[in-house]
């Protein structure tokens, strides 16, 4: 056994290297990005080419991820701000109950181990995301970010 669960409906690019116990549902994964152990991708993800999916994070629907992008150790994705169990009548949401709502991490950012990105979030190009942070608010291009609620620390380029 592979212990691999890819669904016939996700499109992997070339060279793509998936790891045993994963979950990839309805999603696309561009060429030469890895994907590790305990990862789950859902339906209407993308993963953009040369991304590294380190082991344990959820990517779900509504989240893009553009090329060269690094996703650290149990790093989770939001597509809900106000989540829900039951609509109004008490019944079981289904997907006709709430809208997707989505999240761009721009090209060659990298987001640390334990971080969780909330909904409506873009993280700008080669941004980083400090590990453990919670991003509640857009993240600019070559802005360090830390802390919960993650805050602007300074630029890539500014000296310490």
Same mark, same amino acid.
């Given at each position: 056994?592979? !212990?691999?669960?890819?669904?016939?409906?996700? %499109?992997?690019?070339?060279?793509? %290297?998936?790891?045993?116990?994963? /979950?990839? !549902?309805?999603?696309?994964? +561009?060429? /030469?990005?890895?994907?590790?152990?305990?990862?789950?991708?859902?339906?209407?993800?993308?993963?953009?080419?040369?991304?590294?999916?380190?082991?344990?994070?959820?990517?779900?629907? +509504?989240?893009?991820?553009?090329?060269?992008?690094?996703?650290?150790?149990?790093?989770?994705?939001?597509?809900?701000? !106000?989540?829900?169990?039951? /609509?109004?009548?008490?019944?079981?949401?289904?997907?006709?109950?709430?809208?997707?709502?989505?999240?761009?991490?721009? %090209?060659?950012?990298?987001?640390?181990?334990?971080?969780?990105?909330?909904?409506?979030?873009?993280? +700008?190009?080669?941004?980083?995301?400090?590990? +453990?942070?919670?991003?509640?608010?857009?993240?600019?291009?070559?802005?360090?970010?830390?802390?919960?609620?993650?805050?602007?620390?300074?630029?890539?380029?500014? %000296?310490?």
């Amino acid at each position: 056994m592979s !212990y691999l669960c890819v669904a016939d409906d996700v %499109k992997l690019g070339k060279n793509v %290297k998936l790891t045993k116990f994963i /979950n990839l !549902y309805g999603c696309e994964i +561009g060429d /030469n990005t890895k994907i590790g152990t305990f990862v789950e991708v859902q339906k209407n993800a993308k993963i953009g080419k040369n991304c590294k999916i380190s082991s344990h994070t959820f990517i779900c629907e +509504g989240v893009t991820i553009e090329d060269d992008v690094f996703i650290g150790h149990g790093v989770i994705f939001v597509n809900d701000t !106000y989540p829900r169990a039951v /609509n109004p009548e008490g019944a079981l949401q289904t997907e006709s109950d709430w809208k997707v709502e989505k999240t761009l991490v721009g %090209k060659g950012s990298s987001i640390g181990s334990g971080a969780t990105i909330l909904a409506n979030v873009t993280i +700008g190009e080669r941004a980083i995301i400090g590990a +453990g942070a919670v991003v509640t608010k857009d993240v600019p291009p070559d802005a360090i970010v830390a802390g919960n609620p993650s805050k602007f620390l300074r630029l890539i380029n500014e %000296k310490r």
